[in-house]
């Protein structure tokens, strides 16, 4: 159960407190943000959208550093292909 | 759906003798690989086989374009027509009209006959209107279409209207005023047609038939079942639009969007095509079952393999984000504009240039070749490296939510 | 598209194949299950098994809720949905899921209104548009999904609106996951954890897995590059010899879940003592029912359901399949009498079905890539 897509929070619906208007691509739609009544996302914020409500916000922190770690490897993977291929030049 | 019992039978004895002998102790003596591709085999076998409608009655799966209309025309129509003229199947029937000379049955243009191309198209779209045209821009840029892609040049259109009781006359004479520019357009001229009313609640307002002729020139001669491997396969620009902007006219998923359809008549752009590229192998109408479906059937007729790029293949950010929140493939989205065009590898960067060239072929790309390998079968590179299949569709892409 | 794009970077998976591959202990093979159906269908739609090397084995595990309903759920809700009174709402997912007498899609075609829907706001709004009509939203879907049911069922209740009812079918993926640890059939080197289900319910229900069957779990998102990495976090663990629940889907997934969401599912709904799911027989407190507050949203009380026990078809192997005991191609049926055309099974009809990935995605000889096919051999 699983399609989850994030969106960009554009604005909040003027009179419900509990929809927002999302950007996903350039596709916009009204979704419901009552499951982050906690701590209610505001614009240029990223939530994961599944079946036309917001279930999560998304931790830009975490995200960065998730792409770090994979950067990190593929330096590290680049850094030994390239070792491997200065030590072939004979 | 109630299996008939028979073809499951059929199966299992199947499976059983395809079983290798097994060793004392129960297991299957085979690797693991070589009995999975046991399996591929035996599927293979089952999809060559003679197709057969299950159904008791018609879905909307067989009207998609996918796996359940071919079964449909082949097991139906093509079972009861049965004509070298239909087998090809091809985007328009290519037809020799003996002239005054021409020995009967014949017409090789020595006598004055001509070759034709014929085809016909019904348009059911709902709604009407939309963004970037209507049902009567469909009507005249599909058929003229499907002629172009034939090598041919079209000339007349039919036009038949099938109008439901209470459907407003300012809205038929939009229609028309459309129908009328798209074949100034195109040019062509609508020389007959016909109209019937139905009871109110049938129609969906209105259906149309087109039909059209073409022309074909002496040595034209185009057909899916001439690719052949190191061939090149080139989409005429970004998929995926009409189907994406006809979801989300229907107004039933709350999404807005920038996209239009990109409905339009090709004729232009194929003549450019074919005197810069005079080898072209084929060429397709990307409509409903998207690009997909028609690589599925070069893959077929051709028995070739077929291998695309996913990231070669242009999808405008719009339509890709709904296909993305709705779960669907742009592969498998109804284009009306676009059309796939097969030809020798080593004409694909002339074909590429001619296409964008012309104002409809601006994002022309190069999205894969027919290989040699796995013949039958489209495969996708995909973004990540990896890659998959891209079979046909059983019915229409449903949105899902998994 | 970002959050997406970047996660199916192809370079960076080439960089972890390597680091997969250098953590495979030569002659050992693995075995991890993903449990999400969501999972199943990325693996297959990215071709992500071209990155493995060959001593790795995904098993697809029983979390496509749409595989697991049996058919004696499917065929209750053809009933409600042949009422002349009914609109029946549904997800794409269920359209073509046969039931003893055909599927949603037949039903459309002889002329049953059911209507598919994105959302159940969706059908909400047929509901509040058809005031004459009795509005069903067939309900599935696992933790992820129950919360947006819940929070419809409010927004209905506070807007008075009382044409509106709910099927549920939701189910619970821990229980399912316990049944597969004590099934004698699998040996499992490891989990991915759900991904989604994991926002609504957080990563701590997975820690009996790690302490009492001493398996590690890594908490994945659905992007290849997700699924890669997770499959190094499970080896990492097997190789420093421990076992524990790690979150390898950070940005979406909060260890603590979200209350409110559960606070949603916990006033609509409770668990029910006992539900069947298809392959793994009974299994208790495992899925979700309205509760008697909500009585007049539950469309099992509003509308007699026959409730009959159907059994599978004497073909059918959906059950070992779902279990990851049998591989989609060792299915009996597969690809002969059972496709995507002409299903006999869930397993086939789902998008997120094992057989229905392989079947369209995976069925093909594969081209591992060369960081992969070098593994085991250090």
Redesign the interface.
């Given at each position: 159960m699983c399609l989850g897509i994030p969106g960009e929070v554009i604005e909040l619906h003027p009179e419900q407190s509990d929809l927002a208007k999302v950007n996903v691509s350039g596709v916009k739609r009204l979704i419901n943000i009552g499951l982050l009544s906690d701590d209610p996302p505001k614009p240029g914020e990223w939530v994961l959208i599944h079946v036309g409500f917001a279930l999560s916000k998304i931790d830009e922190a975490e995200a960065a550093a998730a792409m770090e770690f994979l950067e990190g490897i593929g330096q590290a993977y680049e850094d030994e292909i390239a070792a491997l291929r200065g030590s072939l030049i004979e | 759906?109630?299996?008939g019992s028979g073809?499951?039978g059929?199966?299992?004895r199947?499976?059983d003798h395809g079983q290798r002998p097994e060793n004392p102790d129960g297991r299957p003596s085979l690797p693991v690989t070589d009995?999975?591709?046991q399996?591929?085999d035996?599927?293979d076998r089952?999809r060559r086989r003679r197709p057969r409608v299950?159904?008791e009655?018609?879905?909307?799966?067989h009207g998609a374009g996918g796996?359940?209309t071919q079964?449909l025309i082949e097991a139906v129509f093509l079972d009861a027509f049965r004509n070298p003229l239909l087998e090809p199947l091809e985007d328009a029937a290519e037809l020799r009209v003996p002239g005054p000379r021409d020995a009967p049955g014949t017409g090789t243009g020595t006598g004055a006959g001509a070759r034709l191309a014929l085809t016909t198209d019904s348009y059911v779209v709902s709604p009407l209107f939309f963004p970037g045209g209507n049902i009567g821009d469909l009507a005249v840029n599909g058929t003229v279409n499907d002629l172009s892609v034939s090598g041919a040049t079209p000339m007349y259109l039919t036009a038949g209207f099938i109008l439901e009781e209470g459907f407003p006359v300012a809205d038929l004479i939009r229609l028309a005023a459309s129908m009328r520019d798209a074949a100034a357009a195109a040019c062509v001229s609508i020389v007959t047609g016909d109209t019937k009313v139905v009871q109110r609640g049938k129609a969906d307002g209105c259906y149309i038939n087109t039909a059209g002729v073409g022309v074909l020139a002496g040595d034209v001669s185009l057909g899916v079942a001439a690719a052949r491997p190191g061939d090149a396969i080139i989409v005429s620009g970004p998929v995926g639009d009409h189907g994406i902007t006809i979801m989300l006219a229907r107004g039933?998923?709350?999404?807005?969007?920038?996209v239009v359809s990109d409905t339009a008549p090709l004729n232009g752009l194929v003549a450019d095509l074919l005197a810069a590229v005079p080898g072209v192998r084929a060429m397709r109408d990307a409509t409903r079952g998207g690009v997909a479906t028609i690589l599925n059937e070069i893959a077929r007729a051709a028995d070739v393999g077929v291998l695309v790029v996913e990231d070669d293949i242009p999808v405008r950010?719009?339509v890709?984000?709904?296909c993305?929140?709705?779960?669907i493939d742009p592969m498998y989205v109804a284009c009306e504009g676009r059309m796939v065009a097969v030809v020798p590898g080593e004409s694909a960067a002339a074909a590429v240039r001619a296409l964008r060239a012309h104002p409809l072929g601006a994002d022309a790309a190069v999205i894969g070749q027919v290989v040699a390998d796995?013949p039958g079968?489209v495969?996708?590179?995909?973004?990540?490296?990896?890659?998959?299949?891209v079979?046909l569709?059983?019915?229409d892409p449903?949105?899902?939510?998994? | 598209m970002r959050f997406v794009d970047e996660f199916r970077d192809a370079d960076k998976a080439h960089a972890l194949a390597a680091k997969i591959a250098a953590l495979c202990e030569p002659g050992r093979s693995y075995k991890f299950m993903e449990v999400c159906g969501g999972h199943t269908h990325t693996i297959y739609k990215h071709g992500l098994e071209d990155y493995l090397p060959e001593a790795i084995t995904l098993v697809h595990g029983p979390g496509c809720p749409v595989c697991v309903i049996p058919m004696g759920r499917v065929d209750d809700a053809m009933h409600l949905a042949a009422r002349p009174d009914v609109i029946m709402t549904s997800f794409g997912d269920m359209m073509r899921v046969p039931g003893s007498n055909g599927s949603f899609f037949d039903a459309k075609a002889s002329g049953t209104d059911i209507r598919m829907v994105y959302s159940p706001l969706d059908s909400l709004k047929i509901a509040r548009q058809n005031p004459d009509r009795q509005v069903v939203f067939m309900a599935i879907g696992f933790e992820t999904t129950a919360p947006s049911t819940a929070m419809t069922m409010l927004r209905a209740a506070a807007e008075g609106i009382s044409n509106f009812s709910v099927f549920c079918n939701h189910v619970t993926i821990v229980p399912a996951i316990k049944a597969i640890l004590d099934s004698p059939d699998l040996r499992l080197d490891g989990f991915l954890g759900p991904g989604h289900v994991s926002t609504v319910i957080g990563c701590r229900p997975y820690e009996f897995i790690a302490r009492d069957y001493h398996k590690p779990v890594v908490v994945a998102g659905f992007e290849p590059l997700d699924i890669l990495q997770s499959i190094y976090m499970l080896l990492r663990q097997l190789a420093e010899g421990r076992s524990a629940v790690e979150n390898q889907y950070s940005r979406v997934v909060p260890w603590n879940g979200n209350v409110v969401a559960l606070k949603a599912i916990g006033e609509t709904m409770e668990l029910r003592p006992y539900f069947e799911w298809r392959g793994l027989g009974f299994i208790s407190h495992s899925a979700l029912r309205v509760r008697e507050k909500y009585a007049a949203m539950d469309a099992e009380r509003l509308f007699s359901v026959p409730g009959v026990r159907v059994a599978d078809p004497k073909a059918c192997q959906c059950g070992e399949v779902l279990k990851g005991v049998l591989k989609p191609w060792e299915c009996k049926v597969f690809g002969t009498a059972c496709t995507p055309e002409t299903p006999i099974g869930t397993c086939m009809v789902s998008p997120e079905g094992a057989c229905a990935a392989y079947y369209n995605y995976g069925r093909m000889n594969r081209d591992r890539v060369p960081e992969a096919a070098s593994a085991g051999q250090s």
């Open positions: - | 759906m109630t299996a073809w499951i059929e199966a299992l199947e499976h009995r999975e591709q399996v591929l035996r599927i089952a299950r159904e009655r018609i879905t909307m799966s796996k359940a079964t039933e998923l709350d999404i807005e969007a920038d950010a719009e890709r984000g709904a993305e929140l709705l779960g796995q079968m495969r996708l590179k995909t973004s990540f490296g990896g890659t998959r299949i079979d569709l059983v019915g449903l949105p899902r939510i998994c | -």
